[in-house]
């Protein structure tokens, strides 16, 4: 009598190209990445943002860009990569450097290598759909207040939710029908933005 066949199980290698960010040494996919992998989307169709992700990176960009108090900071989106540590490179929406931290010889072709001010967020565009990555928020905004960061902002669009963790206080979380203070007392309100646009009611 013949031996049942074993199954030999093939282990795909996951493309570079799909990493959205290393924490704690582990790689965290883009939302969406088994989509790519069994060639259900593009690369391109995961990597992007929603329209009110966009709506919501310009209109902070814009609350911070109408003050001339940050002419002090460079302020930089797309995804700005923050190379924390050789098992820690993070992506952040929105970054607010300070101009004698991040130096014009700071400024080339690698991620940045020294602490944001202020990082804010717009939504997980990881894939934690593994139970253990549930903390995924919590570990990868200490870890970023841990390298210097003063404030990290999440904005969750589905639940109309933002929360706000600073340096040595309490972390809050607060409906965004409220003003959310940037820094030294500028503000901005998203609910209130999205109502004078006419995108909610």
């Known amino acids: 009598m013949t031996a049942p066949l074993e199954r030999k199980t093939r282990i795909r290698a996951i493309p570079e190209a799909l990493v959205y960010e290393t924490l704690d040494g582990k790689p965290f996919y883009y939302k969406g990445y088994k989509d790519v992998l069994s060639k259900k989307k593009t690369l391109d169709e995961i990597m992007g943002c929603s329209t009110l992700q966009a709506e919501l990176v310009s209109y902070i960009m814009k609350a911070i860009f109408r003050n001339a108090f940050f002419d002090n900071y460079r302020i930089y989106c797309n995804e700005i990569g923050n190379h ?39 939504d997980i565009k990881a894939d934690i759909s ?9 570990r990868k905004t200490q870890k970023l207040l841990d390298f210097g960061t003063e404030k990290v902002i999440w904005i969750f669009t589905l639940y109309g939710k933002v929360l706000i963790a600073e340096q040595g206080q309490d972390w809050i979380t607060r409906s965004w029908n409220k003003d959310v203070e940037l820094m030294n007392g500028h503000c901005f309100n998203i609910e209130k933005h999205l109502r004078e646009e006419g995108i909610i009611q």
């Not at 050789?86 to 004698?100: G, T, V």
């Not at 014009?104 to 072709?109: E, F, G, M, Q, S």
């Not at 593994?130 to 919590?138: I, N, Q």
């Open 84 to 122: 924390i540590d050789h098992r820690n490179n993070l992506s952040n929406d929105i970054a607010i450097f300070e101009k004698s931290v991040m130096t014009p010889d700071k400024i080339n072709t690698k991620y940045a290598d020294v602490p944001a001010k202020v990082v804010i967020e717009i």
């Open 130 to 138: 593994d139970p253990e990555d549930s903390g995924y928020v919590y």
